[in-house]
């Protein structure tokens, strides 16, 4: 019989060493401080509160990177823990005192990590470091021998953690960037070479679609949770930066390779200016996967001048189809400098002098970290954020949870805290989904420790033998079988640990099953009160006021680049703010399973409207800020004011549809703007006719296909809603 071969099965598995390593690193790290300070010291209060500063960091927190960038987390955390435990052993003089304490600590723990990988990781530790001494018996005195358990366990966590062996690192979020931006100057050179010679049409799809398969890896929902770049700091904005600009410049490509601009006609100025566009982009996917920014001038922004020079002296004659083909390439490359000046802020460098603008799309980059941190904070001040309304359930949750043990004076109470903690989700159908295995893992470990008990009885020495195999195997086994034999291994591993504190109680694998039942219900009631929905419900509700926002955002931009004054980008905060909030309820929403549905639409596809209002926004003020002048002639503005309307009216109906999907229209053109019908397009044509310059001629091209595009991403996301609707799955 090969007795390795569970082993080398559990190892097999992609949650398999991760599960292996954690259960070692807290079996060293827990064992270690308890047994030392249990059995050498005769300190069983210090050797409790050892286990559980190790146990909870070990097993619950999720921080990113490797042991040498977790070991100042870990030396911020022991302060903090410090603070928790002294609330709770002073405020634990009376339940009431006690639950209004895990209100306030709940909700700040809770709520100040703000969706960010670091501050959020320790989360479940500082709120258990909370919990455990706020429950009777009141004894301050042991406060001291508390805090010297709780140092020992956290230390011995930290030493443990650079002493194992490293988990294999994943790749970082801008190395996935670096791989994307790659696959898009591939692309774009293709693109170009289409425009120069007319080259292969299967090359271009070929690496359109390599391009779109390397933008997907880089969506938050794609990355591991302590690899996204959803923090405050200037790296992981400008990370996030690069990659909606990235975004925009894939769908222009499309527009001109794929989309509804295919029949290119050829231009070698345009492939000229593709073709820097590629090798700027190439640059920046080096400075991505190296982590320094490469010295070198910027060739992207003279490229662009002289293919504006180009369009100029070649406007006589063109027709709408050559000039809205012309901005759209334009706006490619436009986007490519976006996304490269984002790359290399990400990676350390200070924004261009183009890009100093404080009114500018890299405003955050002029602005320190507090501001930038209180920034964030404020954006998700409001009940329309998931981030508060689960900071606001998890803490009434846990509240409730301890006045409720208090009350009913149950033994043990903190499991029910425990029980609520680990058994919430972010939405009512998630946590029914969890009650269930934690019952039985519950009953599972109490059923074994039963018969434990039965067995051996009151011998410290058995459990002190049982106590880091309970954890190893248990730790090891239960992340990969699942919930239920997590929570089995977690009944065992308290029972065991308190049969050594204090002689084994018959009743006490009941007890932890009433408990979990208790908390579980509790956290199940709280699901049900408070936005039971969740991400999918709060979700649909963000996206139609993205949209709406979207529908005035582009009236307001395209009135301020007429008019040539008050050119700064604060018209886009809004809405910027709205993509945020969006963008956070998003990922929550793919965290969860059980109330996800089939009928839901693609909900990057029907944000994409917003985004490319707020980016091409962002590039149109950029372009008419640097050329400042006169107002567009009164019957331009007008004309472009009438497209602006139109294009409005198209992201409100696509907002509808998140309401009440209308029926389908399939007699409606996929395309409904031809360049021939644009009246825009149809005064530039003919500049000098209309008392307009070439320049004029040149930036109302430039509006009209921003703004059609925008129309365009629009009509789409509408029918992907219907469709979605309609015929669901």
């Not at 499309?254 to 566009?277: I, Q, T, Y």
């Not at 490359?333 to 100093?356: F, K, N, S």
């Not at 309307?645 to 992201?651: F, I, K, S, T």
Request: aromatic letters at 6%; a positive charge; charged letters at 20%.
């Amino acid at each position: 019989m090969d007795v390795t071969r569970p082993v080398r099965r559990l190892l097999s598995r992609e949650e398999g060493p991760p599960a292996v390593r954690r259960a070692v690193w807290v079996t060293v790290a827990g064992c270690t401080g308890f047994y030392t300070l249990a059995y050498a010291l005769d300190e069983r209060v210090m050797a409790l509160y050892a286990m559980f500063g190790a146990l909870p960091l070990v097993l619950f927190a999720q921080l990113p990177g490797p042991a040498r960038q977790r070991t100042p987390v870990f030396l911020v955390v022991l302060p903090v823990g410090c603070a928790l435990v002294t609330a709770g052993t002073l405020l634990a003089v009376s339940d009431w005192a006690a639950a209004c304490g895990m209100l306030v600590v709940g909700f700040a723990v809770s709520f100040l990590g703000i969706g960010a990988p670091r501050p959020a990781g320790p989360a479940a530790a500082f709120q258990l470091y909370y919990v455990l001494p706020c429950f009777p018996p009141y004894a301050p005195e042991t406060l001291g021998d508390r805090l010297a358990g709780l140092t020992a366990g956290i230390l011995l966590t930290t030493v443990a953690d650079r002493l194992l062996w490293a988990d294999p690192a994943p790749r970082p979020y801008r190395v996935r960037l670096a791989d994307a931006t790659a696959a898009l100057a591939g692309y774009c050179g293709a693109v170009g070479r289409l425009l120069a010679d007319g080259g292969p049409g299967p090359a271009v799809r070929e690496l359109g679609e390599a391009a779109d398969r390397a933008l997907h890896a880089t969506r938050l929902s794609q990355v591991p949770p302590t690899e996204r770049p959803t923090a405050a700091s200037l790296r992981d904005r400008a990370l996030n930066h690069s990659r909606a600009a990235a975004r925009h410049l894939r769908n222009q490509l499309d527009s001109l390779g794929r989309g509804p601009l295919g029949g290119c006609v050829p231009d070698p100025a345009a492939a000229r200016l593709l073709e820097a566009a590629a090798e700027a982009l190439r640059q920046a996917a080096r400075t991505l996967r190296a982590g320094t920014p490469e010295p070198g001038g910027d060739t992207l922004s003279g490229a662009v001048r002289a293919f504006d020079t180009a369009r100029a002296e070649h406007h006589g004659g063109v027709t709408p189809e050559r000039l809205r083909q012309g901005a759209v390439v334009r706006s490619a490359a436009e986007g490519a400098l976006l996304a490269c000046e984002a790359a290399r802020i990400a990676c350390g460098a200070q924004p261009g002098p183009r890009w100093r603008d404080p009114g500018g799309p890299f405003a955050y980059a002029l602005a320190g970290p507090l501001r930038r941190w209180w920034r964030r904070l404020r954006l998700h001040l409001t009940l329309r954020s998931v981030l508060l309304q689960n900071a606001l359930r998890l803490a009434v949750a846990l509240a409730c949870a301890r006045l409720v043990a208090g009350v009913l004076d149950l033994p043990h109470g903190f499991w029910v805290l425990l029980g609520t903690l680990s058994l919430m989700r972010t939405s009512a159908a998630d946590t029914r989904g969890a009650l269930v295995p934690a019952f039985v893992g519950t009953a599972l470990g109490g059923a074994v420790a039963t018969l434990l008990l039965m067995l051996v009885g009151d011998v410290p020495v058995f459990y002190a033998v049982a106590t880091p195999v309970v954890i190893l195997v248990g730790f090891s086994v239960g992340p990969v079988l699942g919930p239920a034999w997590t929570q089995a291994a977690m009944t065992l591993t308290f029972m065991v640990l308190f049969a050594q504190i204090a002689p084994p109680e018959w009743q006490l694998p009941a007890v932890r099953l009433v408990d979990v039942l208790v908390g579980g219900s509790l956290g199940m009631a709280a699901s049900l009160l408070a936005w039971p929905r969740g991400g999918h419900g709060q979700l649909r509700c963000v996206v139609r006021d993205f949209l709406s926002l979207a529908a005035e955002g582009v009236k307001a931009v395209t009135a301020q680049l007429s008019d040539g004054r008050d050119l700064t980008g604060a018209r886009l905060k809004p809405l910027r703010r709205e993509q945020d909030l969006a963008g956070s309820c998003y990922l929550q929403y793919r965290t969860e399973t059980a109330s996800r549905h089939a009928a839901d639409p693609s909900w990057e596809a029907v944000m994409l409207p917003g985004r490319h209002v707020v980016v091409g926004g962002e590039l149109m003020l950029t372009r008419r800020h640097e050329g400042a002048g006169e107002p567009l002639p009164v019957e331009a503005a007008a004309e472009l004011s009438t497209l602006a309307d139109r294009v409005a009216a198209e992201c409100l109906r696509t907002a509808d549809t998140l309401r009440t999907p209308p029926p389908p229209a399939p007699d409606a053109p996929p395309h409904p703007y031809p360049a021939s019908a644009s009246g825009p397009l149809r005064l530039a044509c003919h500049p000098q006719a209309h008392g307009m310059t070439v320049d004029d001629a040149l930036l109302i091209t430039d509006i009209e296909a921003w703004l059609t595009g925008v129309a365009h991403d629009a009509e789409r996301a509408r029918r992907a809603t219907v469709r979605a609707a309609r015929h669901p799955g």
